[in-house]
């Protein structure tokens, strides 16, 4: 009795977080394309913001600084990328990159500067090596926009951090590292044009972007805090592998070993999510996936949990402002009309 508590209250393990990084993954649908890749030399600034999208940039070569402002209550920041390391605004953020510790006088309306180039296989020229004139040596860059195309995205979006680094000498990124190479190989192949697979081993590193973060204890709200405590990390992975069981908080409160009250209070300080809106969130992402199936709306209140097919088609209209059977109709409709890629990857 005394192992089986100890198992139970034992710290998350890898795969608690490969499958909360999956689940993520999945639920936000996410879509990334580039929209270019080349080098800066001299004089630059760069940003993504003010298009309204979520957007990513990766560091081929040379380093830059990742500039912030202030927002919710943080700090600014300025924070030093490096080859390898990337970075993933997953809100449209007032934000620039540039050779420069310092960050502009004003992030809000940050005006571009510098013209970008194709790659070349030289990281910086070689007068420039000694490292005594950053500013002018090269920075390549691969930048792009995310997609979340679940139409649930918005509340799983409002329990992660506005944006993501991920550096590339953290231990848990090393399968991360591999990716990379893969990037930078395909951009030096393809010059300023980019690619399919580029795009796609972008969402694999984004992936990895999700597992680190979990390592941050700055950056880790919602259901990254509630998988780190290891009085939750189980709680959350069994509400995932199993939406349909009667997950009450009086439920919930037992599985973690808490009190009612406490459970409640420890929940909410945690991720700043009621655990009701917790269950409710992963029950929807279940139901929207097996309605893209083609499974009906009998069959998929069933699995989540819902004995009445009413009260889970009103649950996931409050959820994502359709019925289940207008958004089944309107998933098959989009596969249906979708044009074959040759470029994927999977065929």
């Known amino acids: 009795m005394v192992l089986a508590c100890l198992v139970r209250l034992r710290a998350p393990t890898m795969s608690n977080t490969d499958q909360i990084a999956d689940w993520l993954l999945s639920e936000l649908e996410l879509k990334s394309a580039l929209f270019h890749v080349g080098q800066y030399c001299g004089i630059w600034r760069a940003s993504t913001s003010g298009l309204g999208r979520a957007s ?11 500039h912030v402002p202030a927002r919710h209550g943080h700090s600014a920041e300025s924070i030093r990328l490096a080859k390898g390391d990337s970075v993933f605004l997953l809100k449209d953020m007032p934000h620039c990159l540039s050779p420069n510790e310092l960050a502009p ?26 490292g005594k004139n950053p500013a002018a040596a090269s920075v390549g860059l691969a930048c792009g926009f995310f997609d979340f195309e679940s139409d649930i995205s918005d509340s799983i979006l409002a329990a992660l951090p506005d944006y993501i680094v991920a550096k590339h000498d953290v231990p848990e990124l090393a399968g991360a590292r591999t990716v990379f190479e893969l990037i930078r190989v395909e951009a030096l192949r393809s010059g300023d044009t980019p690619t399919a697979m580029m795009a796609r081993l972008t969402d694999l590193l984004f992936f990895y972007a999700l597992r680190a973060m979990a390592l941050k204890d700055e950056l880790t709200p919602g259901l990254w805090s509630l998988m780190r405590q290891a009085e939750f990390a189980s709680l959350v992975s069994a509400i995932i592998d199993r939406p349909e069981e009667n997950w009450t908080t009086a439920s919930m409160a037992n599985f973690a070993h808490m009190s009612r009250a406490r459970f409640c209070k420890r929940f909410v300080e945690v991720s700043n999510l009621p655990p009701a809106q917790f269950v409710t969130t992963v029950r929807m992402k279940v139901a929207a996936a097996m309605l893209r199936e083609g499974n009906n709306s009998s069959q ?3 699995r ?25 109709r309107e998933k098959s409709q989009a596969v249906a009309s979708a044009p074959p890629l040759a470029t994927d990857l999977v065929h």
Not at 315 to 323: D, I, M, P, Q, S
């Open 56 to 66: 990513f940039h990766v560091i081929l070569h040379g380093y830059c600084w990742l």
């Open 105 to 130: 006088d004003s992030l809000e309306a940050v005006i571009r500067l510098g013209t970008m180039v194709p790659l070349t296989p030289d990281e910086v020229p070689g007068h420039l090596k000694d």
């Open 300 to 302: 998929v209140a069933h």
């Open 304 to 328: 989540v949990g819902y004995h009445s097919e009413s009260a889970f088609s009103q649950a996931f209209k409050r959820e994502t402002g359709v019925l289940p059977g207008a958004y089944r």
